[in-house]
């Protein structure tokens, strides 16, 4: 029988759109469509990309803060450094120093990517509030109730959400880092910490730590179904901009632009693998714009991704932090020390202020802001070498107009008072 040209026609659009009713009845009945990212409104995109002009004049001298930190760059340790400083909610200052290896023409850019190290600890305590704010989980909840590989001397059933996120499991220091650091699965680590013997009674004092903190990340992949780096991505870095953040070693070396680690002396050395295997505790990489942005979240200027209340669950101090081992000026002169949910809390002349610092092999990190002034600093280097943190005083004595006093003590002739440049270690301390 001979089929005309029409009837074959009819015949090859009958054939698609049944093809496409299958499709779409498909999409339908599995939803495969990727969850939507927080929106973010124009006005706090705005003030997370680039540097706005504020008409209210400066109470800190960036030419003298750039004199310093050139003083600081000679340091036989320093390699190359990233600052950015806010003032009254806006972007004031944004600058790299230094190389990106020692030796090197590359120079530091506000867009070169360093390792967050323990500031890491603040992204997975937004991921967790944020499910508890969209009534996904509790942060009240006992910690077995999400059947992670985590395990604790004693009950673990009176373990929290929250005390994971405070460090307050009841385990001694930084339990097993070195076995971490060993090359050892931090996930079998986690499941024979309760084979440890007790610090405390959970809840009710501070432990600092790494392998129980990236407890955190099993809870967020449990109550999602996504990898953990994608949530992150999906719930924090895309929606406020930080186009250079990432987690795991690959996100670093496959940069455009990254700083190399390295010891005492500017030795350059590998990029260390462990702390990127307990991600919620010390995975993240980003540029000092992105950490900017970040700390600019921090102080309620992206309120549809961190709402107030976030902020305030995240910031408030639940634990008090003693000092542990000999402290130098800059921690004598920082008090009340306390800890909240992957924050501290601190006093300095008076004014309270929220931050964190990390160290990893080969970098450092910090972030301090007066979330009432709506100002701060931020600071990323590529060294282990501890001196550069104290930078964080001379800015806030600038802006809070105090007598100047040489944190960095870089006036001084000879070695460092403080027991030389420092050394951040090799593990996530901070």
């Not at 867009?111 to 499910?131: I, Y």
């Not at 730590?209 to 109550?223: F, G, H, K, L």
Request: proline share 5%; net charge positive; glycine share 10%.
């Amino acid at each position: 029988m001979r089929v005309d040209g029409v009837t074959r026609m009819r015949r090859v659009w009958w054939l698609v759109a049944g093809l496409i009713l299958i499709v779409v009845a498909t999409a339908a009945l599995f939803d495969f469509r990727a969850p939507k990212p927080p929106r973010i409104t124009k006005a706090v995109s705005a003030l997370i990309t680039e540097p706005v002009r504020d008409t209210r004049p400066s109470n800190v001298d960036y030419g003298r803060l750039q004199q310093r930190i050139a003083r600081l760059m000679q340091d036989r340790d320093m390699v190359g450094l990233a600052v950015g400083t806010v003032e009254h909610g806006r972007l004031r200052f944004l600058r790299g120093f230094g190389t990106t290896i020692a030796g090197g023409n590359e120079a530091v850019t506000p867009d070169t990517v360093f390792r967050w190290a323990s500031l890491s600890k603040s992204v997975a305590s937004a991921l967790v509030v944020g499910l508890a704010a969209d009534g996904k989980l509790s942060l009240d909840a006992p910690i077995s109730t999400f059947r992670t590989t985590l395990t604790l001397p004693g009950d673990i059933s009176r373990v929290t959400v929250a005390d994971v996120l405070s460090h307050r499991v009841g385990l001694v220091r930084n339990a097993w880092d070195e076995r971490l650091e060993a090359g050892e699965d931090p996930k079998q680590l986690r499941a024979t910490l309760g084979t440890l013997a007790p610090f405390c009674a959970p809840g009710t004092c501070y432990s600092y730590q790494n392998i129980a903190y990236d407890t955190a990340s099993e809870i967020v992949e449990r109550v999602t179904g996504q990898g953990y780096a994608t949530v992150a991505r999906a719930r924090l870095f895309g929606p406020l901009g930080m186009s250079n953040a990432s987690i795991g070693s690959t996100g670093l070396e496959h940069a455009a632009r990254w700083a190399r680690p390295h010891h005492r002396g500017r030795v350059p050395v590998a990029v260390q693998e462990a702390y990127y295997r307990v991600p919620a505790a010390g995975g993240v990489n980003s540029s000092i714009r992105d950490l900017t942005r970040w700390m600019l979240a921090q102080m309620g200027r992206a309120p549809r991704v961190l709402s107030a209340q976030m902020l305030e669950t995240m910031h408030h101090p639940r634990v008090r932090t003693p000092p542990h081992g000999p402290r130098g000026a800059m921690d004598r002169a920082l008090k009340d020390a306390s800890y909240g949910l992957g924050w501290r809390s601190l006093n300095y002349a008076g004014h309270a202020l929220v931050g964190h610092r990390g160290a990893v092999d080969g970098y450092g990190s910090l972030i301090l802001f007066d979330p009432a002034e709506q100002s701060g600093i931020v600071m990323l280097w590529n060294s282990n070498q501890s001196k550069a943190a104290r930078l964080q005083l001379e800015f806030f004595d600038m802006l809070y107009g105090l007598p100047r006093t040489d944190w960095l003590e870089v006036d001084k002739a000879g070695e460092d008072a403080e027991g030389g440049s420092g050394d951040a270690g090799r593990g996530l301390r901070r």
